[in-house]
């Protein structure tokens, strides 16, 4: 099965730039899309498709796909940002939805 | 504008069978072309997709759940529903539905219900 990892935490100040790592076999090849969860709150879709941003979402969030590893890039973050976020792909070879572990982005 | 909700016990036996519903309203599963999913998430941990249905029926599962999952769907009530057999105390989690916004099994959930809590009880 494929496997996505993330770095269980990251942490960064308010103002600064946080990214935020997926990394799976030749992950460049396929789509990237990434979720925001806050305590208590369904997931929101922040990226599709590697880079697409859906409607309402600032454009301080962007992605970013090459070779083994994805990227979240949250610009200017603010204490809003605080949350649990998440990667996720189709796997072509299962017909299967796979989720990374998750990253709890603090807000230091 | 899309709304899901889901619906069902929120306290379940061991080795029993775990029942949920999705019902939709903002759109109507029959004449849309969107797979609609079920997603979980355990306390304090990951997020886990369990499978997707399309309205004709056909469906997609998670492999590792594929032996006790049947994902159905209901057009008369714009409903669909998740049937989990022979639970575990380790099926406890927060469930969601959802529907993506794309028409691919592929595309990513945009539209998620709020979630129900179902407890696996010994």
């Known amino acids: 099965s494929y496997v996505l990892t993330q770095p269980a935490s990251v942490s960064v100040a308010p103002g600064q730039t946080a990214r935020i790592t997926c990394e799976g076999d030749n992950i460049g090849g396929i789509s990237v899309h990434w979720f925001q969860q806050k305590p208590g709150q369904a997931p929101v879709l922040v990226i599709s498709?590697?880079?697409d941003r859906p409607s309402g979402i600032p454009e301080r969030f962007s992605g970013s796909n090459s070779g083994n590893t994805a990227t979240l890039t949250i610009s200017r973050v603010a204490a809003g940002d605080e949350a649990d976020y998440y990667c996720?792909?189709?796997?072509?070879?299962?017909?299967?939805?796979?989720f990374g572990g998750g990253t709890k982005l603090t807000v230091l | 504008q899309l709304q899901l909700q889901e619906s069902g016990p929120g306290l379940v036996k061991a080795s029993e069978t775990l029942s949920l519903t999705c019902s939709v309203s903002?759109?109507?599963?029959?004449?849309?072309?969107?797979?609609w999913g079920w997603i979980r998430q355990p306390p304090g941990k990951g997020l886990e997709w369990i499978g997707s249905?399309?309205?004709?029926?056909?469906?997609f599962y998670n492999p590792s759940l594929k032996s006790r999952v049947t994902i159905s769907v209901d057009t008369s009530k714009n409903q669909f529903s998740l049937r989990l057999n022979s639970v575990t105390a380790a099926d406890t989690a927060v469930y969601y539905c959802?529907?993506?916004?794309?028409?691919?099994?592929?595309?990513?959930?945009?539209?998620w219900g709020q979630g129900t809590l179902v407890t696996v009880s010994s």
């Open positions: 996720q792909v189709w796997e072509n070879s299962r017909d299967a939805v796979v």
């Open positions: 903002g759109d109507f599963i029959s004449t849309t072309s969107y797979f």
């Open positions: 249905v399309y309205f004709t029926g056909n469906t």
């Open positions: 498709h590697d880079t």
């Open positions: 959802a529907r993506p916004e794309g028409l691919l099994p592929s595309s990513p959930f945009h539209h």
